[in-house]
């Protein structure tokens, strides 16, 4: 490797080592939780089975809505789970705010348009897919920074551009499906290791 490139690779690095260990704290509560699924509803602009247009209901609780699961000692979202719901739409940056969210999927249905950096403070995820859908854009490489990830899909999208530097511990992760996209040039190793 060329030595500006390799040192280009390991300032990519560290930066985002040290943006990964600035993770803003923000006061969330089960009502910012509410706000933000609001936001998501909001950003669906085709619900054709009216899924969430009726069952996403301010007369009952978050954690009574479909697709969501709460935490029992908290009282917070814990999973947003939309798969193949046959959603158009795009992903609201207020999703970010969901802070105790462990599992998100929003597998096999239409969302497109890029991933909000506001994603990257959700970090207690350990399972995500965007796998199936139409998003575009550069994957981001702030997931692989998750201390708890173990499983996550971006599979059959349009993302673009190259594949994520490699994180600074993987040792959680266990499966990541990045086929069917858009993605290219250099791909480390370790990541090489994990494609399927
Ligand atoms: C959530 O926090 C806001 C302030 O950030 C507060 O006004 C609201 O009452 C809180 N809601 C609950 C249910 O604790
Ligand atoms: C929303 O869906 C959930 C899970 O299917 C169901 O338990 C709940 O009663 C539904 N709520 C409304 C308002 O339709
Ligand atoms: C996607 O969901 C549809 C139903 O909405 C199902 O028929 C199809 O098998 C699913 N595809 C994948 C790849 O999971
Ligand atoms: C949630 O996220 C949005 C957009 O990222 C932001 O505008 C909003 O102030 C955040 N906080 C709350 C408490 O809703
Ligand atoms: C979402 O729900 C589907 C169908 O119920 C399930 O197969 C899948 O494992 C769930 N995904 C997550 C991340 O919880
Ligand atoms: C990714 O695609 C977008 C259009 O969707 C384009 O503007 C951008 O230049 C592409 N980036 C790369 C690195 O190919």
């Known amino acids: 490797m060329e030595n500006s490139a390799f040192f280009r690779f390991f300032a990519l690095l560290l930066l985002h080592c040290f943006m990964a260990s600035l993770a803003v704290a923000v006061r969330t509560n089960i009502t910012t939780d509410q706000s933000a699924l609001l936001a998501l509803k909001a950003h669906i602009t085709d619900d054709p089975h009216k899924i969430l247009a009726t069952?996403?209901?301010?007369?009952?609780?978050?954690?009574?809505?479909?697709?969501?699961?709460?935490?029992?000692?908290?009282?917070?979202?814990?999973?947003?789970n939309l798969s193949a719901m046959g959603l158009t739409g795009t992903i609201a940056p207020h999703v970010g705010?969901?802070?105790?969210?462990?599992?998100?999927?929003?597998?096999?249905?239409?969302?497109?348009g890029s991933l909000p950096n506001e994603l990257a403070s959700l970090?207690?995820?350990?399972?995500?897919?965007?796998?199936?859908?139409?998003?575009?854009?550069?994957?981001?490489?702030?997931?692989?920074?998750?201390?708890?990830?173990?499983?996550?899909?971006?599979?059959?999208?349009?993302?673009?551009?190259?594949?994520?530097?490699?994180?600074?511990?993987?040792?959680?992760?266990?499966?990541?499906?990045l086929r069917q996209n858009m993605l290219s040039g250099f791909m480390p190793f370790i990541i090489y290791h994990f494609l399927s």
């Open 55 to 80: 069952n996403w209901s301010t007369s009952t609780s978050v954690c009574n809505w479909i697709g969501i699961t709460c935490g029992a000692k908290h009282l917070r979202v814990t999973a947003l």
């Open 97 to 112: 705010n969901l802070s105790s969210l462990s599992h998100l999927s929003f597998e096999n249905n239409s969302f497109h």
């Open 123 to 177: 970090r207690r995820l350990q399972v995500v897919s965007f796998g199936w859908n139409s998003f575009s854009g550069v994957l981001p490489s702030w997931f692989w920074f998750f201390p708890k990830l173990r499983e996550f899909y971006a599979n059959s999208n349009r993302f673009n551009g190259t594949i994520p530097v490699t994180p600074c511990t993987i040792s959680s992760l266990q499966i990541i499906h």
